[in-house]
T-cell receptor, first 109, second 115 residues
Framework: GQNIDQPTEMTATEGAIVQINCTYQTSGFNGLFWYQQHAGEAPTFLSYNVLDGLEEKGRFSSFLSRSKGYSYLLLKELQMKDSASYLCAVLDSNYQLIWGAGTKLIIKP | DGGITQSPKYLFRKEGQNVTLSCEQNLNHDAMYWYRQDPGQGLRLIYYSQIVNDFQKGDIAEGYSVSREKKESFPLTVTSAQKNPTAFYLC??????????????FGEGSRLTVL
């Protein structure tokens, strides 16, 4: 079967750095997405990786290793507003999205 | 401002009743999607539509129905045949005609509770 694994919950301190991991086992790979979802709100797009390496976008960076079936989202200079769930999703060989259950990130002052 | 509007935000229903969730977009997107989000699980695709008057079943279509009479609108009906309808429902759209076309734009969701 197809599987996306993310930690259920993580806690970090305001101003610090946190890395949220995502491992996947899917039938084929055509790209990986990260979305942010505040409680009770719409998910919003953060990043898309299809080639190996690091993509940086302001305080957020996303890394992909296709050979390891692994990605991470790196958040720097954490702010209280970064408290949210972070969803990892993979496009499989049929170009359909397989979603992880999400990682709830709690930021403490 | 362009975006996706879902209504109602909260909905309560008795067992055996059908209920329709509204989804409207003014982004001029061709493709629209309905997902279901349950605690501890990833989003699951219910139905999607790539073009007006056409729609396809997703992974968990049983007990649901949709229509796409206008480009802007993609309502979802949760029927009494859906065995476990209590969930958070998300509508989305994309510029292309499939999930592979890139970023999805989501509505703020509708939380349905069956009493």
């Amino acid at each position: 079967g197809q599987n996306i694994d993310q930690p259920t919950e993580m806690t970090a301190t305001e101003g610090a750095i946190v890395q949220i991991n995502c491992t996947y086992q899917t039938s084929g790979f055509n790209g990986l997405f990260w979305y942010q979802q505040h409680a009770g709100e719409a998910p919003t797009f953060l990043s898309y990786n299809v080639l190996d390496g690091l993509e940086e976008k302001g305080r957020f960076s996303s890394f992909l290793s296709r050979s390891k079936g692994y990605s991470y989202l790196l958040l720097k200079e954490l702010q209280m507003k970064d408290s949210a769930s972070y969803l990892c999703a993979v496009l499989d060989s049929n170009y359909q999205l397989i979603w992880g259950a999400g990682t709830k990130l709690i930021i403490k002052p | 401002d362009g975006g996706i509007t879902q209504s109602p935000k909260y909905l309560f229903r008795k067992e055996g009743q059908n209920v329709t969730l509204s989804c409207e977009q003014n982004l001029n997107h061709d493709a629209m999607y309905w997902y279901r989000q349950d605690p501890g699980q990833g989003l699951r695709l219910i139905y999607y539509s790539q073009i007006v008057n056409d729609f396809q079943k997703g992974d968990i279509a049983e007990g649901y129905s949709v229509s796409r009479e206008k480009k802007e609108s993609f309502p979802l009906t949760v029927t009494s045949a859906q065995k476990n309808p209590t969930a958070f429902y998300l509508c989305a759209s994309s510029t292309g005609t499939s999930e592979a076309s890139g970023e999805l734009f989501f509505g703020e969701g509708s939380r349905l509770t069956v009493l």
